[in-house]
């Protein structure tokens, strides 16, 4: 069951401030509610983002349908649609740990790599990777991952010895 954040009563002055925070101690929700008490949004949305990350497994994986987050808050919310749920959804996952708030793998690597800058070694790559090719990267087919990736494997291992290279030297 999704819990009801309509009624509770959220003190907006019970900040405390990042130098408060001891991450050693932390679990992934009160890291989560931290970084949503910094965010500016309004009381509706903060329902739907505590439902959210009350949705969320411990490896940060969302747990239920979003149809179930929006049935559980619409009762309390007015006007409030699936889109506005996958907006919040979309702001919790551009919150850290990267990767939070995934549906399953692919959704959470891909989460990973947006988070990556653009300058990343064969970010490119790995985003197709994880589009197109994640089951065979998960049934261990690296011949058939290279060819339909269009790598040769030698090619490969030099490119990435030179980029090595010259990055660490």
């Avoid at 009801?4 to 002055?13: L, R």
């Avoid at 009350?54 to 929006?70: H, P, R, V, W």
């Avoid at 990777?129 to 089951?135: A, G, R």
Wanted: aromatic content about 6%; charged content about 30%.
């Amino acid at each position: 069951s999704v819990p009801n954040y309509a009624k509770s009563n959220t003190d907006k002055n019970s900040y405390d401030g990042f130098e408060n925070q001891d991450s050693s101690k932390n679990t992934l929700r009160e890291h989560l509610e931290w970084q949503l008490n910094l965010a500016q949004i309004n009381d509706s949305d903060k329902v739907i983002a505590m439902t959210i990350i009350d949705s969320l497994d411990d490896d940060g994986y969302l747990m239920g349908a979003l149809e179930e987050i929006l049935a559980a808050v619409e009762e309390d919310l007015e006007d409030v649609g699936i889109e506005e749920v996958e907006a919040v959804l979309r702001m919790i996952q551009s919150m850290g740990p990267a990767g939070v708030g995934a549906r399953d793998i692919q959704e959470c690597l891909c989460l990973q790599l947006k988070q990556c800058n653009v300058d990343t070694f064969r970010l490119e790559e790995a985003k197709v990777l994880i589009d197109n090719y994640l089951d065979l990267l998960a049934a261990h087919d690296y011949n058939q991952l290279m060819r339909k990736m269009k790598l040769d494997q030698r090619s490969e291992e030099r490119r990435v010895g030179k980029e090595c290279r010259s990055r660490w030297s």
